[in-house]
């Protein structure tokens, strides 16, 4: 079967964390929250480890730390901490912790490599399964909130004056955003996913004059990038997930300039 | 029914109490406008009834199913979001594309559907704000200085358009303003707000009360107005005596 292929698993691996992030990366860039992505990705280090030790699943541990996380920065940014110290603070601590965590487990001879920058060749079955189940939950609760998102990021006073609450829709943007962590883990690693979220978005936005175009712009964009850094570094024997995210950092500097020349 | 009412309305940041004890309330078609200087929590009151600030005392009644159109004093709008003037219409609700020309008509910017929001001029920003609100077909108008950034003809303008939009849509006005001609003009209550309700009524009867005059003064009919007052009357409610001072150029 065509899924035999770890070439095929790695591409749908891809595509799938592609889909997932991009979307939701628009609502990172809009809102400013390219450093609240990275905390979230850095504390599923310490989740990893924690899931490890106890022989739990890795995506289970990923998961929980990364909501924990999220849940956290975005009920403090509520209350006028002063933000980026404070997610400088929580997600190189959180990264921290959870390197020294997994190098204290012992018996366990585990490839650090592999959840820092991601192993997307040795993607499984059921891994394949838990990306799209993930990316599939992640668009579903982006479309079915659509509006109320797009309203709370515009303005929670606008927001606020149709009945919306800003905070619930925060709310769903943090699940989703632990969602994607917990599934492009395997993809990219920790240290790269906030790129996943970002870049694309951002890459999109030259080309865009909607939200919505913005979106699915920014996910054919990621697209793009996965397939081309997968089949780059098969051709040029790199690792795969920094190449995905240099594809994708070039795509930018193309629209950026495709952007400026326009204007 | 009124609309809206406040009860002992009070909100405070912190330690500061930013509105004490406000009792107002707003009937179906009604144009009430709230005048005071700055930081006499204008603002705040409007934030509160949109359900944006919750009371740290007292209620806010609002009448079953009411509708309310929002017109915030400024929107920011991200420069890494892209927004044509059709879609900012569709928010918070998607709207028949029929819907949209007519309310654009309206705006007097039946030219611009697909222009950016960015790109607009102060005077086409307020008045796709305003569009924007009218199609939720609100019970309730709220405009938090709606007019700010507009010359005098625009905003005198933008008033005539309030009137107009009152008598075909019947919807309830609460706007914020410092344009006190314009206000005594174009309202049929003015509250006049300092921390709580200092007085209330018709324009011409505000206008004469010496709470209102001991805020604005007596000659702020023109166009310009510089005012300066010393609040030491006490207020029979509480008690509470707040000596300060404001100064205020119109």
């Known amino acids: 079967m065509i899924l035999d292929d770890f070439l095929v698993r790695a591409a749908l691996a891809g595509l799938g964390v592609a889909v997932a992030a991009a979307p939701l990366g628009s609502f990172v860039v809009w809102r400013r929250m390219a450093y609240f992505g990275d905390a979230t990705a850095h504390a599923a280090m310490l989740g990893v480890a924690i899931a490890l030790a106890f022989s739990m699943s890795v995506f289970a541990g990923a998961l929980a730390m990364s909501l924990i996380m999220a849940t956290t920065v975005s009920t403090l940014s509520g209350r006028g901490f002063a933000m980026d110290t404070l997610l400088g603070v929580l997600a190189h601590s959180a990264l921290a912790f959870g390197l020294v965590a997994v190098s204290l487990l012992s018996g366990v001879r585990i490839d650090l490599m592999a959840y820092l920058f991601g192993d997307i060749l040795a993607v499984s079955r059921s891994d394949l399964a838990v990306i799209w189940g993930g990316a599939a939950l992640v668009l579903g609760l982006l479309t079915w909130r659509w509006q109320a998102l797009l309203t709370s990021t515009l303005s929670p006073d606008l927001a606020y004056s149709a009945g919306i609450d800003p905070r619930r829709e925060q709310l769903v943007l943090t699940l989703a955003l632990a969602v994607v962590v917990a599934v492009a883990i395997k993809v990219v690693g920790v240290l790269l996913i906030a790129a996943m979220l970002i870049v694309p978005a951002a890459a999109a936005r030259p080309l865009a004059t909607t939200p ?52 | 029914m009124p609309l809206i009412e406040t009860r002992g309305l009070t909100i405070g940041f912190g330690r500061s109490t930013v509105l ?32 944006a600030l919750r009371p740290t005392g007292g209620r806010i009644i609002r009448a079953p199913g009411l509708r309310i159109g929002y017109v915030p004093q400024k929107l920011h709008i ?17 709207h028949p594309a029929a819907d949209l020309r007519a309310a654009l008509e309206q705006a007097g910017l039946p030219d611009l559907p697909d222009r950016q929001m960015a790109d607009l001029s102060g005077g086409q920003f307020q008045r796709v704000l305003l569009a924007r609100a009218l199609l939720e077909k609100p019970d309730l108008l709220i405009l938090d200085e709606a007019t700010q950034g507009l010359d005098q003809p625009g905003s005198a303008a933008f008033y005539r358009r309030i009137e107009e939009v009152r008598q075909e849509m019947g919807c309830a006005v609460l706007m914020v303003s410092h344009e006190l001609h314009v206000v005594m003009s174009a309202s049929d209550r003015v509250i006049c707000l300092n921390g709580h309700v200092c007085c209330e009524g018709r324009p011409e009867v505000v206008a004469q009360a010496e709470e209102y005059r001991a805020i604005f003064g007596t000659g702020t009919q023109g166009a310009l107005a510089l005012y300066r007052h010393d609040h030491d009357h006490g207020h029979d409610h509480d008690g509470h005596d707040h000596p300060h001072s404001h100064e205020a150029a119109e």
């Open chain 1, 212 to 263: 919505e175009r913005m979106a699915v712009t920014a996910t054919l964009l990621a697209a793009a990038a996965a397939l081309g850094g997968l089949y780059l570094s098969f051709r040029l024997d790199t690792p795969t997930g920094p190449t995905i995210v240099c594809v994708a950092a070039l795509i930018f500097a193309a629209t950026a300039l495709v952007g400026g020349v326009r204007r």
């Open chain 2, 20 to 51: 004490h004890d406000v009792n107002m309330s707003l009937e179906r078609g009604e144009i009430v406008t709230i005048v005071g200087p700055n930081g006499s929590g204008k603002s705040t009151l409007l934030r509160a009834i949109i359900g």
């Open chain 2, 78 to 94: 991200d420069p890494t979001l892209p927004l044509t003037v059709t879609r900012f219409l569709g928010l918070p609700r998607r």
